[in-house]
């Protein structure tokens, strides 16, 4: 992506009910299973534009990751710059067993060794920690807006939790968002391609 694609990604991200409601939930997930306090460590992997790591800075130690050099300097400038470090899914910038949170909001389907991501996830997490992914759900929504992200796949429910079970992460809680607006969506694909 161009500077001004992300510009305009940041702006979305910050005003879209969707990518608001989505960081609501992410929070609510974390505060229901861990509540984190200012003492633990949360790490963003795939920061992106740092909406979500930004929310997070001052109610824990926040670590924003990013591979892509365009998502390192926005994060930068949002975000104290020890707070932003540059690495993968597949290699993470952090000791063995030193995070008590890892997010992953969106990149899983970036990353073609999804299986390694997860692993990697898992070297990182405390004993005790907990992990929220989120993934674009359902393969039969797949459309040229995944070709344009870059996308290797998108997620069935029982795929993402046979990922997750490689390592031995217990699975918490694994559900679909927007789920009353999946047919509306799968038509609007449909008819896109077929036109």
Do not use: D, N
């Given at each position: 992506m161009n500077p001004e694609e992300y510009r305009k990604l940041r702006e979305l991200e910050q005003?879209?009910?969707?990518?608001?409601?989505?960081?609501e939930?992410?929070?609510h997930w974390i505060n229901h299973f861990a509540p984190l306090t200012p003492e633990a460590t949360l790490v963003d992997c795939g920061a992106g534009t740092g909406s979500f790591a930004v929310e997070m800075h001052g109610r824990c130690r926040v670590l924003a990751v990013d591979d892509?050099?365009?998502?390192?300097?926005?994060?930068r400038r949002v975000l104290p710059p020890e707070h932003v470090r540059e690495g993968s899914a597949l290699a993470l910038p952090v000791p063995d067993a030193s995070v008590d949170c890892l997010t992953a909001l969106d990149v899983l389907e970036h990353v073609e060794q999804d299986e390694a991501a997860?692993?990697?996830f898992a070297r990182v997490q405390k004993p005790g920690g907990i992990g929220v992914i989120?993934?674009?759900?359902?393969?039969a929504l797949w459309s040229d807006w995944d070709v344009a992200l870059h996308h290797f796949r998108r997620y069935r429910k029982q795929h993402l939790i046979r990922v997750l079970a490689q390592p031995g992460f217990?699975?918490?809680?694994?559900?679909?968002?927007n789920v009353a607006a999946?047919?509306?969506i799968y038509l609007a694909r449909k008819i896109r391609a077929w036109t």
């Open positions: 005003e879209h009910w969707f990518y608001a409601g989505k960081r939930i992410v929070r892509h050099q365009q998502s390192l300097e926005i994060l997860i692993r990697e989120t993934v674009p759900a359902l393969p217990r699975l918490e809680h694994c559900h679909y968002l999946l047919p509306a």
